[in-house]
């Protein structure tokens, strides 16, 4: 008898739970320039196919001077992107290393004469700034 019958359907809920995300970095290298100033590429773990591309505000070596294996730390990163809100990213900051690599410098001779003792004074638009640099000459 269909009629006796009333069939209610179940009803069910499910909750999906955002991803944790990791976001590393590798530092880009540089020549010298005077300042602390970084790049890096960020890479992520999302799943493959997720629209998901992570972004920083800042990157900063440790100090300015030239050197291998630097660290540099990346602070401000955001998540964007279509999948961007199926994640949790777990940390806004991270560190790599990157190197600063000498700046070449080219120091050119003009026709000036001095007398053997007295001080010559090199300046230029090539050179960082508060950078002092001792020349050494001997008679040829």
Do not use: C, E, H, Q
Not at 89 to 111: C, D, F, Y
Not at 116 to 129: E, K, R, S
Request: net charge negative.
């Amino acid at each position: 008898m269909p009629g006796n019958y009333f069939l209610t359907p179940p009803t069910a809920s499910a909750s999906i739970t955002a991803r944790d995300l990791t976001v590393t970095a590798t530092g880009i290298n540089k020549v010298y320039d005077g300042t602390t100033a970084a790049s890096v590429t960020l890479g992520t773990d999302a799943l493959g196919g997720d629209n998901v591309t992570a972004l920083y505000s800042s990157a900063s070596f440790a100090d300015a001077n030239a050197g291998s294996g630097k660290a540099v730390s990346v602070s401000g990163i955001s998540l964007t992107g279509s999948d961007a809100g199926n994640y949790n990213l777990l940390s806004t900051t991270t560190s790599t290393v990157g190197n600063i690599m000498p700046k070449a410098l080219t120091i050119t001779a003009n026709s000036s004469s001095k007398t053997y003792g007295d001080t010559v004074i090199f300046a230029g638009p090539n050179l960082p700034p508060a950078d002092w640099w001792v020349v050494t000459a001997s008679p040829a």
